[in-house]
């Protein structure tokens, strides 16, 4: 099963509401989709969107690495030697993570393809379906209860709030209107995008906790760099930490694990630079005894559709955040994951079982 022809294509569509956090404002998701063929006749697919606040990666600085690198060393490659093709693809470039990311998912579709099964289940199969979040963007506290609300109603009994962006009092004041509408039977984790300092996040969340807002945990409170100021955060707060920005690699994992930094670690694909890295630090975190969530970037479902097969196949992945696509004006693919509210289900066809992918 050789490699013959990697292609790429870009998609844009809009957001039937901004995505606010305490870092950027999206009104339109952007990807770089990726098609690679194979001489058999087998397709993959793998999306890859710009998000240069968080991975530094453009549209253009993706359809370079992919066409202008990744693509040269890989046609005419076999990937039944796929070892050495992922071991290649991560020394051939050093970050660009995302472009990384996206041909990996092709080349995990072409795989399960070839193996003709679901790629949950040529990972590992532990489940096979799952329940996301929904996320409440950044806005004033009267609008953020309007929205939690709405969502809770929708069936979302988990919800991911975002914070970080102004004073903590204004952000607590967000969660106690958040929390007086929905009541106590709905989960609340925070996403506060490092948009605090150590000692701020300290003495904020102690505050929620003293006034019983029952959160469920806090992402990312510090800047991404700062490992000692997340170790101070969770070693001072009774409310679960988990980081997300400060780990992109296994090395990263590795470090907030043996320091005890964060209680839990969010894996993106797009940080991790595809499937290949991100089972290295599952399998990390899994031995140390922290669990993980896998979430996203604002995706369509082509790729959420693979990160959702990544986290259906693993144990020790016990929290799901796949909404974006749920926060789309419209769809690119036919196939792939489905949505019934907040559970979804995994088609029964091999790979990521997309049929046909239109780029708008």
Not at 23 to 34: D, F, G, I, K, P
Not at 246 to 268: E, G, H, W
Request: hydrophobic fraction near 45%.
């Amino acid at each position: 099963m050789k490699i013959v022809q990697i292609e790429t294509f870009r998609a844009a569509v809009p957001l039937h509401t901004p995505f606010k956090t305490a870092l950027r404002t999206v009104h339109t998701a952007e990807a770089v989709v990726v098609n690679i063929i194979c001489d058999n006749g087998i397709n993959g697919w793998g999306e890859a969107p710009p998000t240069l606040v968080i991975t530094g990666d453009s549209l253009e600085s993706i359809e370079s690495a992919v066409l202008h690198v990744l693509k040269p060393a890989l046609v005419g490659k076999s990937l039944l030697n796929h070892e050495s093709i992922f071991q290649e693809m991560h020394k051939l470039l050093v970050g660009n993570n995302s472009a990384k990311a996206a041909v990996d998912m092709a080349i995990y579709d072409c795989l399960a393809q070839y193996s003709r099964l679901p790629l949950y289940q040529y990972l590992g199969g532990y489940r096979n379906k799952l329940e996301t979040d929904y996320t409440v963007s950044v806005n004033s506290p009267s609008e953020m209860a309007e929205d939690a609300l709405l969502y809770s109603m929708r069936g979302f009994d988990v919800l991911k709030i975002k914070v970080g962006k102004d004073a903590i009092e204004t952000d607590i004041k967000r969660i106690q209107a958040i929390r007086q509408v929905i009541g106590d039977s709905v989960k609340i984790r925070l996403d506060a995008n490092q948009g605090w300092e150590a000692k701020a996040a300290v003495r904020a969340i102690r505050k929620m906790e003293d006034l019983n807002l029952t959160i469920e945990l806090v992402e990312q409170p510090v800047p991404a760099h700062d490992i000692e100021g997340l170790k101070k955060v969770t070693d001072n707060v009774e409310t679960p930490i988990m980081a997300d920005e400060s780990v992109f690699t296994p090395q990263q994992a590795f470090q907030v694990l043996k320091t005890r930094s964060a209680d839990l670690i969010n894996i993106k694909l797009m940080k991790a630079g595809g499937i290949y890295q991100a089972q290295k630090i599952n399998n990390l975190a899994e031995v140390c005894g922290v669990e993980c969530m896998v979430g996203s970037m604002i995706e369509t479902r082509l790729g959420i559709t693979a990160a959702a097969h990544f986290a259906a196949s693993k144990k020790n992945i016990t929290r799901f955040d796949f909404d974006a696509p749920l926060m789309l004006s419209t769809d690119i693919i036919a196939g792939g994951i489905q949505y019934n509210g907040k559970t979804i289900t995994f088609p029964d066809s091999p790979g990521l079982g997309v049929k046909a992918v239109q780029i708008h």
